[in-house]
């Protein structure tokens, strides 16, 4: 029995880089009552998204190196239950899943709780994927988990008539999700050589960079380019050579985008996710040579 006090639980799933953090950062933390938390797991020993959050007041607590819904008897559940024994509770808990985690295993760790009330479990799409995704053997799974368990679905990167992909049509069809539709998929359409297809077999694997010098961005986006057959997702905050300033890089989609980044870490940060093998391996030694390379010039010039 669920105690009428209980912390409202906000679950936020969708796969690699769907828009989940953006979406909590418009729509989500507006709405959050003030003394609220937010669990993010990001599955990298870095967690990037913890940076992206453009939280003011919130508390946030971050979940690295793993995917918090394969260490359910692990980090997750220590993790609520630590935040259960703190004097002071949330008014509410907002949990920013990875990319790669069934949101039913965590919301099932979350209904244990008498303390806890989960409220909705929001699923990002993103549109553009999902015939890809429904079609990859490797993504169909977690990604049709994903839309299955939510209560609300957010469909985003449609085109401009809002008309679902046949695939995901197919999936939503008697659906009882609520569903909100957003537009946008023109915006930066990838180009087909660059879109990954997940030819390999291994598991998910990530590996993290900390960068002390300005990286070439046209030689980094070419390694990525080079590697979109292994390589699902990247971002990172960086200094690119030649601009102004600290950017947020993301690949997503096969999609290349930089902006401006709201906070500058000590080091630049760069994580990727893709699939485990010697292919993801020697782009991360690739990665560690340019990170060098830029490095050196940087030393031989002071
Ligand atoms: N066109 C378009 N791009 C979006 C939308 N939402 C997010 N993006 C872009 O997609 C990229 C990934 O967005 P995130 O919000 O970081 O995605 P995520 O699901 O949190 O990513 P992971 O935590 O790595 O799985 C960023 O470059 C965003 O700007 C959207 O609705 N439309």
Request: with cysteine.
């Amino acid at each position: 029995m669920k105690t009428t006090d209980a912390i409202p639980v906000t679950l936020l799933s969708g796969f690699l880089g769907a828009g989940k953090t953006s979406y909590l950062n418009r729509r989500l933390l507006p709405n959050l009552p003030p003394d609220s938390l937010i669990l993010v797991n990001d599955f990298g020993s870095i967690n990037i998204d913890a940076e992206l959050i453009e939280y003011r007041d919130e508390r946030i607590m971050q979940l690295s190196n793993g995917c918090i819904c394969c260490t359910l008897g692990g980090s997750l559940a220590e993790r609520l239950a630590e935040l259960l024994r703190q004097p002071v509770l949330p008014a509410s808990l907002l949990i920013e899943a990875s990319g790669i985690a069934n949101p039913t295993r965590i919301a099932d760790l979350v209904r244990l709780s008498p303390r806890l009330q989960l409220q909705e479990l929001v699923c990002l799409v993103d549109a553009s994927q999902a015939e890809r995704h429904s079609r990859d053997p490797r993504v169909r799974e977690v990604w049709q988990q994903q839309i299955d368990a939510a209560t609300h679905l957010v469909i985003n990167r449609l085109t401009t008539d809002l008309a679902l992909p046949p695939a995901l049509a197919a999936l939503l069809s008697g659906h009882p999700a609520s569903i909100e539709k957003e537009a946008g998929a023109a915006i930066s359409p990838a180009p087909a050589t660059q879109v990954p297809r997940f030819t390999r077999t291994g598991a998910w694997q990530s590996f993290s960079l900390n960068l002390d010098q300005p990286i070439d961005g046209d030689r980094l986006a070419a390694l990525f380019a080079e590697y979109a057959d292994v390589l699902v997702r990247a971002k990172g905050i960086v200094q690119r050579q030649g601009r102004e300033g600290t950017e947020v890089v993301q690949l997503t989609g096969g999609r290349l985008s930089w902006s401006s980044a709201l906070r500058r870490p000590a080091q630049g940060q760069l994580v990727c996710i893709g699939t485990g093998g010697p292919r993801l391996n020697r782009l991360a030694e690739r990665l560690r040579e340019l990170a060098r390379v830029e490095a050196g010039a940087q030393t031989a010039l002071a």
